[in-house]
């Protein structure tokens, strides 16, 4: 059957699994330079801020040049988002994950502050602010690919695949940093070990760059950028016309990436500095508890395609409400099984954003602008709280001498973010996206579509036939049937 454009979409879901794996190794290499900043991060501390006398200050300033980078995320995706929205997904994936892969690398053969001062520092954040304009169009342009790649009673569960990208990146980088804290004495991860691991981002950048040159740009891409001529709207008008949408995306990425900032960049550093737990001990109990994390992200994306997207939101951000100080009580208290068991809290919890979070936000609007309003709006949530995560908490330990404070800070957000959820979003779990046709698999799913086109376009107003979604040649021969 052959299909009129701007109609029922019809997805390989073979091909769409393979997008998923092309997408997902980009997620990875982000995450493993992330991972490995966060691991070795006293290292890099006193690599890059030895002029700094206080160890605790020496971190802050290492967890602030890794948010200060963070500012530069907006503009990435400012330029890559209209990029992506006129030219296509596509190209903008293919461009990204190279430009990454060099910044990991570069970060490798930095000279030390011992070697060339104060430039040691300065040239650290150039490498992370390339970075993060990098980051600023990948992984809004790797959730929108997904979700525009999959039918719609399945985009949860393959959007999923880019949050287990996440975490197999923190493994990689986890186990790496394990292994060379335990082969190599501290003089030797000091002097040359910690640089390893990051010298492995070009080689693997090269590998996702192959796997994504193979991509084929979206069905629903294709269709509207063939169907629509209409001018592109200004992103001030985006903002004045989907203020809600914005809105209710801005706060879910914030909750969203505070706690996935908390357990996988910050973490680390508190179980080494605060708690006095060895680093080849945290590090290996946060990697088998990011292990169990993978089959649980993939478990709740399912279940959010069968419950809902907002039922399971609100089943995390409850959790986090009543637990998160719990959780870091547990970590202070003086016995291996309570430290895994606060981590394990946290991680399971965080595991309901994992499995539900890409495969929503590219839901919020429509594929014109799809890209580059998720794109700014993400990257700014994300500046303003994700990137800062770190940086917050060791201030609020700092300040108020209570190792709690990180959990408080995370009970607070996840209350916020329960009420925001409740009265604000809508589930779009198993419906079209805006503004498109349904996006279907199979001949039942179409069928399906067909007879329910009210359901098929929840969006639109008005729906009362199914010749709004049928395919041009189908609604020929019904009328040539009725004659």
């Known amino acids: ?19 998923v794996y092309a997408t997902g190794i980009g997620n990875a290499m982000e995450w493993f330079d992330f991972g490995l900043y966060s691991y070795l991060a006293v290292i890099i501390s006193q690599t890059f801020f030895s002029a700094v006398e206080n160890d605790q200050l020496k971190l802050v300033f290492t967890f602030a040049t890794f948010a200060i980078a963070f500012l530069m995320r907006p503009l990435g995706g400012v330029i890559f988002g209209k990029i992506g929205d006129k030219s296509g997904r596509k190209v903008v994936l293919t461009t990204t994950i190279i430009v990454m892969a060099f910044s990991t690398f570069l970060i490798g053969v930095l000279p030390t502050y011992d070697q060339i001062g104060i430039w040691a520092p300065i040239l650290l954040l150039a490498a992370r602010i390339i970075q993060g304009f990098s980051t600023g169009g990948e992984y809004a342009g790797a959730m929108v690919y997904i979700a525009e790649s999959s039918p719609d009673n399945k985009r949860n569960m393959l959007g999923s695949g880019l949050e287990i990208g996440t975490l197999t990146g923190f493994i990689l980088a986890s186990v790496l940093a394990s292994a060379l804290f335990i082969f190599l004495s501290d003089d030797q991860m ?62 879910a990425v914030a909750f969203f990436n505070i706690t996935n900032y908390m357990l996988l960049s910050y973490m680390p550093s508190y179980l080494d500095e605060i708690i006095g737990l060895s680093s080849t001990t945290g590090t290996i109990i946060i990697t088998v508890i990011m292990v169990i994390m993978v089959p649980l992200a993939l478990m709740f994306g399912k279940l959010s395609d069968n419950i809902g997207n907002k039922t399971v939101f609100l089943i995390g951000l409850g959790g986090l409400t009543l637990f998160s100080a719990l959780a870091f009580y547990f970590l202070n208290l003086d016995s291996l099984v309570f430290v895994s068991l606060g981590i394990l809290i946290l991680g399971v919890l965080l595991s309901t954003y994992e499995g539900t979070m890409p495969g929503t936000l590219p839901t919020m609007f429509t594929t014109d602008i799809r890209y ?112």
Request: glycine share 6%.
């Open 1 to 19: 059957m052959k299909f009129n454009k701007k109609k029922i979409n019809v997805v390989d879901i073979q091909q769409t699994k393979k997008s």
């Open 190 to 251: 000091a002097s040359w070990g910690w640089r390893l691991p990051f010298l492995l981002g070009l080689p693997l950048g090269l590998i996702g760059l192959y796997l994504r040159k193979g991509l084929e740009e979206t069905p629903i891409f294709e269709n509207e950028l063939s169907e629509d001529e209409s001018e592109e709207e200004s992103f001030l008008s985006i903002l004045k016309n989907h203020k809600k949408d914005v809105l209710v995306c801005f706060v």
């Open 372 to 483: 580059r309003t998720l794109a700014v709006t993400f990257n700014v949530s994300v500046s303003l709280f994700g990137g800062t995560t770190p940086l917050i908490a060791t201030w609020l330990v700092y300040q108020t001498g209570s190792n709690l404070a990180p959990g408080f800070y995370l009970t607070i957000v996840s209350i916020i973010g329960f009420a925001v959820t409740a009265f604000f979003f809508t589930n779009t779990s198993g419906k079209s996206l805006k503004g498109s046709y349904p996006t279907v698999a199979s001949k039942s799913e179409y069928k399906e579509a067909v007879e329910n086109p009210k359901d098929a376009l929840w969006w639109k107003e008005g729906v009362e036939t199914a010749e709004e979604i049928m395919p041009v040649e189908e609604k020929k021969d019904n009328q040539d049937s009725d004659k």
